[in-house]
């Protein structure tokens, strides 16, 4: 099984930035992409960003030219950087691992607990 543990978020204001990690252990032969979710109460957890093995990025249209993913294989860990934070990236930020196959990959689609962002007005 594969565990993840998210940091880094925290309350800043308007315009500020924040950088967050999520850390991956276990093992899996299964390859996978990493992205990251955000959710607000009451609403779905919603796509923010994903990365694949070779460092190709994309983004929700709402976060594009602010919010950057990157990932260091060595560490195991995948980050987003956001900038120019508004109030409407308040939520609940969360990773998950997307395995490239179905079936016995499944078992190892895994989130995070996720780590919470306010960005105040």
């Known amino acids: 099984q594969l565990r993840l543990v998210e940091s880094g978020g925290g309350s800043v204001q308007a315009g500020g930035s924040l950088r967050l990690s999520c850390v991956v252990s276990?093992?899996?032969?299964?390859?996978?992409?990493m992205a990251w979710y955000r959710q607000v109460p009451g609403k779905e957890r919603e796509f923010v960003s994903i990365i694949d093995e070779n460092g190709s990025a994309n983004y929700t249209d709402s976060v594009r030219g602010r919010f950057t993913i990157s990932q260091d294989n060595a560490q195991d860990t995948v980050y987003l950087q956001m900038d120019s934070l508004k109030p409407e990236d308040t939520a609940m930020y969360f990773c998950k691992t997307v395995p490239h196959y179905g079936g016995y990959c499944s078992q190892f689609i895994t989130w995070g607990q996720g780590t919470q962002v306010t960005v105040s007005s």
């Open positions: 276990g093992f899996t032969t299964c390859t996978y992409d």
